[in-house]
């Protein structure tokens, strides 16, 4: 995954103040920068675990610098930096063989497309261990909030399933060749000093797996590059409709009992040292895209992304 900066303390700037019943007032914050992802990209070559910058991906027109990293890991086919090729009508695209990130078409706000069949040039991975094809959108939160200090974290968005297709090979496995959507939140401590400083986990919220209508929870050790630990509540806990039907599905959930429930297993599995406790661990950043394993080709469309921290008032 990407490295990151910790960017501690508060600043009022940024927070939107809400009136409430007997003085009580509160504060609400857009945690996501660009969330209709118009400012471009920062493409990251594709090799794993370190965030290397080769190039951007340039809206027209655009002065200021992308918020939104691109990672492509393990992928032969690398996006070739430039500007966004405009298709008419306020849509853009950006293509090669192996991939499509496209936007502001039939409303959406971004669509991400994979072609496994080509990265992997029609041959099945042998072995878990072997590396697989990701198409990541990230980005580092700006002062990034405590699970402590928030009264909720509200996160919404709708997605729609425009294709997956598998190219089955006599080799093919259920659990090694999948193709998967999410969206992950890192959640880690900051504070030097700590016991488990510089420890965090993937929060995560899964939106597509072919293998399942509606993915379960699960809680394990990421067998990727980091390492780290990963708690994804059940799909159902953020929407009522499968992704695998092709039609738009609506995600919501207040993330922060989820969160903390997540920071509490990961200390009980030990993962997390120390006293886990929710004051010390910020809501760092978020990863939304693909990881396919399998020999799938796939594309998927989002809309309407947020996520807004709150918390109370002075």
Known sequence: MTQWNWLTGWCLAGWLVLAGGMGARAEERELIQDPGFRGGFHLLVPTPGKRVVYGDLRAEGATAAPVWDLAQWSSRFPLTPGALTSMGQGTWAVTNTAKVVRGGGMNADICLGVNASVEYD????????????????????????SLGELTACRLKTEVRLRRSELHRTPDYTRDRHAAQF??????????????????????????????????????????????????????????????QDGEWVAFAADLLPLMRSGLAAGHAAGFLPGAADPADYRIAGVFIGWEVPGLFDVELQMRGLSCVAVRAGK
């Open 122 to 145: 029609g041959r099945a991975r042998q072995s878990g261990a072997e590396p697989w094809v990701h198409l990541l959108l990230q980005q580092d939160f700006e002062q990034p909030p």
């Open 182 to 243: 999410f969206i992950y939140f890192i959640v880690g401590n900051p504070h030097e000093g700590a016991a488990d400083y510089g420890r965090y986990y993937w929060f995560g919220v899964p939106v597509y797996d072919d293998r399942e209508r509606r993915p379960a929870a699960y809680q394990a050790r990421d067998f990727g590059e980091t390492g780290r630990f990963i708690y994804t509540p059940a799909a159902e806990r953020f929407a009522r409709a499968s992704v």
